[in-house]
């Protein structure tokens, strides 16, 4: 049997919140680990987890991770994270997004969704029919869409921080980088990184991926692809 409450107690999580639809098949955890600053706000992560344990582990580490994010970005809220488990390929669909919107919703404010991986603005935008506690939706209906574009440059640009500090130029021409996932920040990132004439090394779980950065970038190198 698993170890639910001592799990999540054991970094003092506030609330963790399992959710089920049956009509939609919807099976996901929000998991909310400090409120000391306000509500908290975290992305919803779409992913097929090898089980519930795999799943509750991720949406943990993820939400406590969320609450120093944000505290270090002088924001007024908490950290907090949910997961769907499933394959968003196959198993998203507008009644289990809008029956996940019913269950941010029922946290009255407690909780702020946002996209994360698996999920894009638009299914922001059928989740928030459901609830008001919704971000990162399209611009055609008030939000300010994908929010990958500026962690990607974000990325890049503490890159560019970090290499002035060692080498002296803020420069990454003529070096070797490794971008583990290119999905819809990691690709991205792979843009700006060519852009400056660094050497790029990718690796994804998802061959759709890395051969999406192929067919962008023909020079390029890959790695093995670690395992799910």
Known sequence: MTDVFGQSHKDS????VFC??????????????????????????????????????????????????NALAGLDLGGGKAVIIGD????????LLRAYGRFVESL????????????????????????????GRTPAHGGAGDSSILTAFGVFQGMRA???????????SGKRVGVEGVGKVGHR??????????EVVVCDVSPAAVERVRQRHPRWRSSPTPEP
């Open 13 to 16: 999580h506030e609330q963790v």
């Open 20 to 69: 089920a639809d049956r009509q939609s098949g919807l099976r996901a955890i929000i998991a909310i680990y400090n409120t000391a600053l306000g509500p908290a706000l975290g992305g919803t992560r779409f992913y097929p987890y090898e089980s519930e344990q795999a799943a509750l582990a991720d949406v943990l580490n993820l939400s406590k991770g969320m609450a120093y994010k």
């Open 88 to 95: 968003p390929t196959k198993d998203k669909n507008e009644a």
């Open 108 to 135: 009255g404010g407690r909780y702020y969704t946002a996209c994360d991986v698996g999920t894009f603005s638009e299914d922001m935008d059928l989740v928030a029919r459901e609830s008001r506690y919704v971000t």
């Open 162 to 172: 970090s290499a002035a500090h060692l080498y002296g130029t803020s420069s990454l």
């Open 189 to 198: 990132l792979v843009d700006h990184l060519i852009d400056d004439g660094a």
